[in-house]
């Protein structure tokens, strides 16, 4: 099946944006741009994209397409042709043989986007980050720079640090306290992360863990602003589930054999469920009763894979098909399943955020989903094993569990999607702990657009809350101008010094510097900025005679320097310190 073909003639320079390329060395999804060049189209090499993008003398071009998969596992991708023709053709699951097409039958294509702006793939990149924050989706609450906070981090340090189990600190006491301390750090999110559930299926909540249910949480958030996020595993549900015993044939299968049941985070075993089936209607229910019962807005979805069901009773294929053939079309209809569940919530609800967790790999990470919902990039980033290094005896296999420089190294990698997609879109969680220095490396990632802290808020001394309160608060007042900031990056992620500014058309937005040798660095934005500005106190700004800033940023330890422009009121104090900066 061939989807498009189009003439790149008169077009000099062709570009292949790899949006799902999984890179062992960050354990996380990386965004790859490469040139295709003459070599490519004469010996007929192929690409996967999903976007391709070509520049001329006075314009440029970009084609895209919605499905997701994980390099080299295409079932998409682009053909060079005769003449410098490139198609757009299916390689594998995007249809079993039989599928009815006629009346009364609906048959989807995947969606495209063909797009041109003027200028060079700079400007086309510009254009196409201000489409997708802006125009690809309806559902506009997942495009808002919220700050999130996930309870996850503090339940695996209590397992492996205080040998407890993951759900021992799941309870309306803790949640409460938590609740308090969030507010406090400026969370507008707050998700509890697995544990507050009965069984999954049925998503009720654990009585035994909150006898009051979520009423007040929920209240407790409301008096605060903040919103009311759950954790779900989408494709699982409980052995005693009402969910899965009324829904019996939906069950996973794969080579004619229904999965055993397998437990789930210290609940009652489930079995896997087919979001390509029945099941999916029945899912995106159970999400809208708990926004209109529960006041949830934000419905964190984890460990689906793209591979998991042949089962010739879903709508992936029959009896009449090959295992291999409703296998690769699960595959190839996850993505769009998932997307379809998503739209019903939001349709039914307005301010529901679904947020896929992308923190491993063999995921379908592509564009569908980011015209509905968002990406959860990074938890915690490499496992020991990826670095061939045996893990600790008896303890935890993360890498960068524990705050620091490091950490940031890793989960500012993935900013180079910012590029072309939204860093908003990308949720990267960052560490709270003590001391200074960790939070201000924490403070100036996490406001260049990833917005994620994870950790345990209740061992935050309360100076440290007070210097991320503070900061966060002055953030607030520009996060809509960094949001639509193109980004620009100086020197690499890492090293001495690396310099990220997000300022936006108005002057206003944010540079971070970060070093880890000691030093003075000097730094000179692009773009012209706003003269109300507020910095931290180890770095000097001065205007010049073009409007842009001069940054010097000193450094005698490992740590960061934050300035930020068009800050209305920059008066922060941290316990009674006035820490003000005036231009």
């Keep these: 099946m061939q989807y498009l073909s189009i003439s790149l003639r008169d077009r000099s320079k062709v570009q292949e944006i790899r949006f799902s390329e999984f890179n062992e060395l960050f354990h996380s999804f990386c965004l790859v741009e490469s040139d295709i060049d003459d070599r490519h189209f004469d010996n007929v090499v192929s690409f996967m994209g999903p976007i391709l993008t070509a520049s001329g003398d006075e314009d440029s071009l970009l084609i895209a397409y919605e499905h997701g998969s994980q390099l080299p596992d295409r079932f998409v991708e682009f053909v060079p042709q005769a003449d410098r023709n490139i198609a757009l053709r299916a390689v594998k699951g995007n249809h079993y043989a039989g599928q009815p097409i006629g009346p009364g039958n609906v048959f989807q294509t995947i969606w495209m986007q063909i797009g041109m702006a003027p200028g060079n793939i700079d400007a086309l990149a510009g254009e196409y980050r201000a489409f997708v924050l802006i125009g690809q989706s309806l559902n506009t609450e997942s495009r808002k720079p919220y700050i999130y906070y996930n309870t996850w981090n503090y339940q695996e340090r209590n397992q492996d640090w205080n040998k407890k189990a993951y759900l021992d600190s799941m309870n309306a006491e803790r949640m409460l306290a938590e609740i308090d301390a969030a507010h406090r750090m ?5 998700v509890i ?3 507050w559930y009965e069984k999954t299926g049925d998503w009720r909540v654990n009585r035994k863990r909150f006898p009051e249910g979520l009423k007040p949480l929920k209240d407790k958030l409301d008096s605060y602003g ?5 954790w779900f595993n989408p494709i699982v549900a409980a052995v005693t589930s009402r969910m899965r015993l009324d829904r ?30 029945r099941y999916a209607d029945a899912f995106a229910d159970e999400l809208i009763r708990l926004y209109n019962e529960e006041g949830v807005t934000y419905f964190k979805w984890d460990a689906i894979g793209q591979y ?3 089962d010739p009773r879903h709508n992936h294929g029959t009896a ?22 998503v739209d019903k919530l939001c349709a039914a609800c307005p301010e529901a955020i679904v ?8 995921r379908c990470v592509g564009l569908s989903f980011l015209s509905t919902g968002k990406y959860f990039l990074i938890n915690n980033g490499p496992y020991y094993h990826n670095y061939d290094i045996p893990a600790p005896p008896n303890r935890n296999i993360n890498m960068f569990f524990f705050p620091g420089p490091a950490r940031g190294w890793i989960c500012r990698t993935p900013l180079n999607y910012d590029r072309w997609i939204p860093s908003v879109l990308f949720l990267t969680h960052y560490m709270p702990d003590d001391p200074a220095e960790n939070q201000w490396i924490t403070l100036a990632s996490l406001i260049l657009g990833q917005n994620g802290i994870w950790g345990d808020l209740l061992s935050v001394s309360d100076e440290g809350i007070e210097r991320l309160g503070g900061t966060l608060a002055l953030y607030k007042q520009i996060r809509d101008d960094v949001t639509k ?14 310099v990220h500014e997000k300022i936006a058309q108005s002057g206003r937005g944010v540079v971070s510097v970060f070093a880890s040798a000691p030093g003075t660095y000097t730094y000179v934005t692009q773009s012209i900025v706003s003269a109300d500005m507020w910095h931290t106190d180890n770095c000097t700004v001065r205007i010049d005679s073009k409007g842009r800033a001069v940054i010097e940023a000193a450094f005698n330890k490992p740590s960061a320097v934050i300035v930020m422009f068009g800050i209305a009121d920059n008066q922060l104090e941290f316990n009674g310190i006035d820490r003000s900066f005036k231009s």
């Design 355 to 362: 947020d896929f967790d992308i923190t491993e790999g063999a």
């Design 186 to 190: 400026g969370i507008d999110v707050f």
């Design 485 to 498: 900031a193109i980004p620009v990056r100086s020197g690499p992620v890492g090293g001495s010094p690396e």
């Design 248 to 277: 019996e044939d939906c069950r996973m299968s794969w080579n004619g054999k229904v999965q055993d049941p397998f437990p789930i985070w210290e609940t009652e075993e489930s079995v896997g469920m087919c979001l390509v089936s």
């Design 320 to 341: 009449e098909n090959s295992e291999v053939e409703r296998t690769e079309c699960y595959a190839f209809t996850i993505g769009t399943a998932m997307a379809d569940v």
């Design 193 to 195: 992360d697995t544990g």
């Design 226 to 230: 903040m919103k009311l996020g759950l």
């Design 308 to 310: 998991g069901c042949s």
